[in-house]
């Protein structure tokens, strides 16, 4: 049965670097999960053993269901329902599929019911989906912009929202604006706040990647009179 991981050898590069031990280390903060998680590995060959056997689940199921599914996707496309976008049925196939591989949230801390897995085998998890079918990358990678809330979040945010993107629950960030483009020092999506303290933003963005997914991370003016970047704050609207 192919494997679009195990087959190209290759892959392995990135594994082997010198520099993965220390980048390890820092992920895992010295292996101090270990005494708290069961799958939490105890040393760095431990680790790297854990990355791979993510990077062949994640090969297969790209191998053996996404990419027999792209052409069925390309060929139905999404589509309005009810004024609502939905994907391809096949997409929703492959979004399930990822779901119970446990392929969701594949950076976040295991607090959080993530992975905790470094960018590097994240980004060639990212590569071996593509491989298969550019089109659900794109929303499959898109679980990244939980990076930006968990960053930058606060402990009630994370804990509210990180879960669900690790169960599968799909993202995009919501910057471009018909005259915001490159430029987002541009972006003119206004935020005001009610006395009871609830944000409402009013203008137009366009040419999101997944712009009907369940959570979003929205660019807008929350400073009054401002025109650049230091006017700007980023919101979370949840669909």
Known sequence: MANYYTDHPEYDFYLNHPEMQRVVELKERNYADKDKFEDAPVDFEDAIENYKRVLEITGDIAANIIEPNSEDVDLEGPH????????ASKTYD??????????????????YNGLNMPITPYSMASEIVSCADAGF????????????LYEFGSEEQRQKYIPRVCAGETMSMDLTEPDAGSDLQRVMLKATQDEDGTWRLNGVKRFIT???????LVLARSEEGTRDGRGLSMFIYDK
Do not use: K
């Not at 309005?80 to 994907?87: C, E, N, P, S, T």
């Not at 997944?210 to 979003?216: A, E, F, P």
């Open 137 to 148: 990358q794109n929303i499959w990678s898109l679980q990244d912009c939980i990076e930006t």
């Open 80 to 87: 309005l329902v009810d004024g609502r976008m939905h994907y």
């Open 94 to 111: 492959n979004i399930e599929a990822t779901r119970q591989a446990g392929l969701w949230g594949i950076s976040m801390p295991r607090r």
């Open 210 to 216: 997944n712009g009907d997914s369940d959570i979003h």
